[in-house]
């Protein structure tokens, strides 16, 4: 990425093993990110770009001398955090702090929006996936390095439970997944706040028992209005904007908790007086995937949850900037990378 | 209270029963509350005042006819929100937002600080003591009324446990409450912020294991050096002020929890794009003082926790003004009200 709007595709150095703990993983599948489109929208032109992509699964093809449990060959997911998986946070589960851990695309590390990537902590970073190259469950599997396990994050710091009502906020690939996960946590009431019909109706598929496409004060309104005057005792925050938050803020229950999982696009947030009268719990924050990863892959293998839905549109390696182009337009919801022919 | 620094003990109309589920209650102790400081150091002038006090114990001298588990002559503590103790949200322990609740001294119901008051929804609202009016214990059981069940809550929503690490902002009652609180539920480090010597010497012998007396940026790296540079799981934040927010969000660990209970003197809170990567938490809010004497009081009957030690002074009532101007002065840490020797 050059600039807002400006994504071009072109060759850089072939990944090679640099450090013991790296692995080299073909990729097979890739995505854009709402994330992605926030840079999209407003990076200011820069001469040498950027890598792009935190998403991808892939087959290694090379490994370090201290990867033992991967092979060449080994069709693996990456999460959107690079970590060992070892040190203090990861073993409470919080491995986007990992001590010795990292983003793609930034300091030398390769984005996931490529032909291959250099894995740094390969051994704890890497989930094998017991599927084949040509499996129809790559799109699902693919939503394990992001989407899906945000989605799941927002949903359990927020305390999701079949005794809790939930409002998820947003109508996007993540907010579709975060339904999926309150339904999945047993949630029996989930109001889905988006305005985009076929959205909506994926999340209706997904789990959502109400939609509200209204926004700002209309919205906060029709979800008090559904739940007797009083709001959800869970929000799940997918957008990352501050009327979102607002809207967060004004749908949650007293004694209930907003959970945020979407970039915040502010620096402050209203939690004054009133909040404070009213036991409101803000939480969240950028979520730990790997943490989560061992627990939803049986979901999707078993055929239970099929997160991977929320992928309307793929594009070519080489058509990357076309993707990028249609899910800001908002003609897609969520665009899925492929190698392009030449490359296979 | 007439306004800012005026504070006046005046005859008013003696309580009675209004409604079946009044009780009146003679006070046997109140108290200032450090909330009580932020009205006394700001308050327009105003012609009528208002009535002050929301924490006391006392004795039963009247009940309606719809209060049947109270008894003239019964020694009881009020916490410092009224309510019904059975509606759904009393229910969920959350009695600061109880659907027949209130605050004392509002909208026609007594003040605490007083000879006596109308106690609506006494059979939820007041808790039997199996004291005598002469206990020694009576300033411990005081503070179930406030400060130890706000401390209290604080540690709870934090999530305090014998893993946590914990840092205490505020070296008032309500700080020194949560040490006591900390401590109660396990935590084997705690490091208290206050800068008042007499204060966290009484920390420490609550429980604190390191006291900082430093502040802002200065306090913050104190406490990061004493934490290997991490900062501590859950933070105690019992001040309400936007720098002491700020120092919380400072010493709080990755992954990590701030809890508030000092009523907001801000709207918005700094919780933006870093907080986010760093999975921060923020709650706490209003304690429901109510949903946790049950549970404290064994403790402070049997000895093994002493809150009245907060109380470093003690006025009659005739002299309640004496009391705040000695609390909002720092003379004194936290100040009983005792019924004057006319009255008695």
Known sequence: MYGAGNVRVENVPDPK??????????????????????????????EHGVRMGHEFLGVVEDTGADVPGLHRGDLVVAPFVW???TCDFCAEGLHTSCRHGGLWARD???????????????????????????????PSLLTLSDVLCTGHHCAVTAGVNPRTTVTV???GAVGL??????????????????RHKDRTDLGLDFGATDIVSERGEEGIERVRELTGGDGTHTVLECVGTLPALQTSLGV?????????????QYGEVPLGFPEFMNNITLTGGVAPARAYIEELLPDILEGRIQPGRVFDRTVGLGDTS???????????????????????
């Open 108 to 138: 030398g590390i390769d984005g996931g929006q490529g032909e291959a990537v250099r894995v740094p902590q390969a051994q704890g970073t890497l989930v094998k996936l017991p599927v084949a190259e040509d499996s129809a469950l790559l």
């Open 177 to 194: 997944s975060a339904v999926i996960s309150a339904k999945r946590l047993g949630a029996e009431r989930i109001i889905l706040m988006g």
């Open 252 to 264: 949650v229950r007293a004694g209930g908790t907003v959970s945020r999982v979407g970039a915040p």
């Open 83 to 85: 970590s060992d998986n």
């Open 322 to 344: 076309e993707g990028y182009r249609a899910m800001a337009a908002r003609e897609a919801l969520k665009v899925l990378v492929t190698p392009d022919p030449l490359t296979l």
């Open 17 to 46: 093993i640099q450090q013991p703990t790296d692995a080299v993983v073909r990729v097979l599948r890739a995505c854009v990110c709402g994330s992605d489109l926030w840079p999209y929208g407003s990076m200011p032109a820069t």
């Open 169 to 171: 906020i947003g109508d």
